[in-house]
């Protein structure tokens, strides 16, 4: 039955002689930079394969384990390169416009990328601000009508909370997956086994759900699907049954149905019509005929190696997105949906106050009244204590990559979408951490200071937490910067131990500059150890009252002021401002490296 309502953009997709196969990135070069065949002598994982999704149907991808349905899905969607497929994807019988095709459909992956701590209403709403111009009111307006499309209403005010009790649902988290790409109202939605780890009466609901979506709204629906139940394989209006990479049917269940009679089947009453293809496919026939396959596969060198020098043209010469907001509207929304994370997590918001509390008053116990002594073991103790102090705030900020790591898979996911700019993640998350440490390092600093009795006026104890703040603003850069980097946490965390280590070693500290060799003396230069560690010595023993403070008497008499100290170190009143200057580039950097590689990490999402 065709759907009554007629959409102002309807959408169909069609493949034809749709080919992919498995290559290297030396693949990708060679075809790219030298011209050569991308699909000579290569494992194919779809061949030849024609198919068609038309407005205001379901269509379902089905087949056995590894027969390339979720392939075929991110070809239709876009998110394939071009140098790995062959063909042609069809959009309204135009050769489809990747980058444009995303922004306008809408792709929810089998895993659920969705922040456990935002409320239901919270994460539509923050989806719909990101993608819909018009600001709040219209994103509220647009999810109130979502949410009782979805049937989501009762638990607007939950939070998605995976893992806990006061959590949703399975199905429920899976709607609020599907209403996270369907904010913006896109005309062709593409779903990747909606149903895996659901039950069989949450699936019914979710696939019916979709089914009245294409059915009254109009929409090209396309899904993957392992082995449905009966009533779910009701709802489909079209079925492309996979095997092997080929297709081995393309249209309805009655027509796979009397295809299977026709072979010679007859189908029992207790296993549903796909179920029993499945286990027949070999009877069935390709619906690919083999001579196009064959013409397909042996085209003309030339023609196709002008076809991928035009592919990769339109990719370097792509216009520049539009996106729904300014780049300060971003900012500003990221930058709220950052502060609803780090205040409801509570393993990022009351561990490191209550770390940087207990910290402060353990240490300033241990090092009590020290600073007030006067003598070469005070000084020794004083500078452990400044180690020790810069070693716990480096290293203590480290915690935050699993969180880091988790938030990138969401980035990726909004970016590929084109919800907003790189560069206006990256800037939210710095700005919302800007405040947070800095109410973490005078929560570290008061009690620290004045129980150890550094220099004891209000002058050094500001400069004292400014240089705290700025570690922790370093620290928690150069782990931004790494977790854009690596693929996993456990490779994150022994890439960022080992460099910090290296920066304590190379500090300084506990081997002088001067004996560092000169072909590792760079290592001391980019050390986020040495230049606080330096900051602190010149607060506590230089200015005005390092000419008069003594840290040495012999006979009863000074034989070594705070100033000389700091000129056998090789320290100078200047470094106390220079030191942050440069502390202050190691965090820009970090940002700014960080942006570049999360930049490209989208770029290639994109290519």
């Known amino acids: 039955m065709e759907s009554p309502f007629k959409p102002k953009n309807p959408f169909t997709l069609e493949t034809k002689n749709l080919s992919y196969k498995l290559c290297s990135q030396l693949d990708e070069y060679k075809s790219l930079c030298f011209g050569s065949n991308p699909m000579r002598g290569s494992k194919y994982i779809l061949k030849g394969i024609n198919c068609e999704a038309r407005p205001g149907e379901l269509t379902a991808i089905a087949g056995p384990s590894g027969a390339g349905k979720t392939t075929l899905l991110e070809i239709l969607a876009g998110r394939i390169s071009p140098c790995k497929v062959s063909g042609h994807v069809l959009v309204n019988h135009l050769p489809m416009d990747a980058n444009r095709f995303r922004r306008a459909s809408g792709y929810v992956t089998q895993e659920d990328d969705l922040f456990p701590s935002l409320t239901v209403r919270e994460t539509l ?271 203590s900020t480290t915690e935050g990559l699993p969180i880091f790591l988790e938030e990138r898979r969401t980035f990726m996911t909004e970016t590929s979408r084109g919800a907003y700019r790189v560069s206006s993640y990256v800037l939210a998350n710095t700005l919302v951490f800007l405040p947070f440490l800095l109410m973490v390092a005078f929560l570290y600093t008061t009690p620290v200071y004045w129980l150890v009795g550094l220099r004891k006026d209000i002058d050094g104890f500001l400069y004292f937490s400014l240089v705290v703040w700025l570690v922790l603003l370093m620290s928690n850069s150069f782990v931004a910067c790494f977790s854009a980097l690596v693929p996993d946490f456990i490779l994150g965390t022994s890439v960022i131990a080992g460099l910090m280590g290296s920066f304590f070693l190379f500090s300084g500290y506990f081997i002088s500059k001067d004996k560092i060799p ?90």
């Not at 392992?226 to 079209?238: A, V």
């Not at 230069?525 to 008497?553: A, D």
Request: hydrophobic content about 45%; overall charge positive.
């Open 518 to 607: 000169s072909y590792w003396i760079f290592m001391h230069y980019l050390s986020l150890f040495k230049y606080p560690f330096e900051c602190l010595m010149i607060n506590e023993y230089g200015g005005n009252q390092g000419k008069t403070r003594c840290i040495e008497i012999s006979n009863g008499q000074c034989i070594l002021h705070g100033v000389e100290f700091l000129r056998q170190q090789g320290l100078k009143e200047s470094h106390k401002w220079t030191n942050l200057a440069v502390m202050l580039g190691f965090i820009v950097g970090y940002r700014v490296l960080c942006f570049f590689i999360l930049w490209f990490r989208c770029y290639r999402t994109r290519k």
């Open 125 to 395: 709403m923050y989806s719909a601000m990101l993608r819909l111009p018009g600001g709040r009111k219209v994103a509220a307006t647009r999810v109130s009508e979502l949410m009782k499309e979805l049937g989501l209403d009762h638990i607007a005010d939950s939070r998605i909370s995976g893992g806990s009790n006061h959590g949703i649902s399975g199905g429920e988290k899976r709607r609020v997956s599907i209403g996270v790409d369907l904010v913006h109202d896109p005309a062709v939605i593409l779903i990747d086994e909606p149903t895996s780890g659901l039950d069989s009466a949450s699936a019914l609901m979710v696939i019916s759900l979709l089914r009245l979506m294409a059915f009254h709204q109009g929409k090209t629906i396309i899904l993957t699907i392992h082995q449905p139940g009966f009533r779910i394989l009701e709802l489909f209006d079209g079925l492309i049954l996979l095997s092997d990479g080929f297709v081995m049917h393309n249209g309805s269940l009655n027509l796979l149905e009397a295809r299977l009679k026709l072979a010679g089947h007859q189908i029992p009453h207790h296993v549903n019509v796909l179920e029993f293809a499945l286990d027949v496919t070999k009877s069935l026939v390709i619906q690919t005929s083999e001579s196009e396959n064959n013409q397909f596969l042996l085209m003309d060198k030339e023609h196709q190696d002008h076809m991928m020098r035009m592919q990769y043209s339109r990719v370097f010469k792509e216009k520049a997105l539009m996106y729904s907001n300014s780049p300060m509207d971003e900012i500003s929304i990221l930058g709220q949906r950052f502060c609803c994370n780090i205040f409801r997590t509570k393993q990022l918001f009351s561990a490191r106050v209550i770390q940087a509390l207990v910290a402060g008053f353990v240490l300033g116990t241990i090092f009590l009244n020290d600073g007030s002594k006067q003598d070469q073991v005070a000084l020794q103790t004083r500078t452990g204590f400044f180690a020790f102090s810069l070693t716990f705030l480096l290293s």
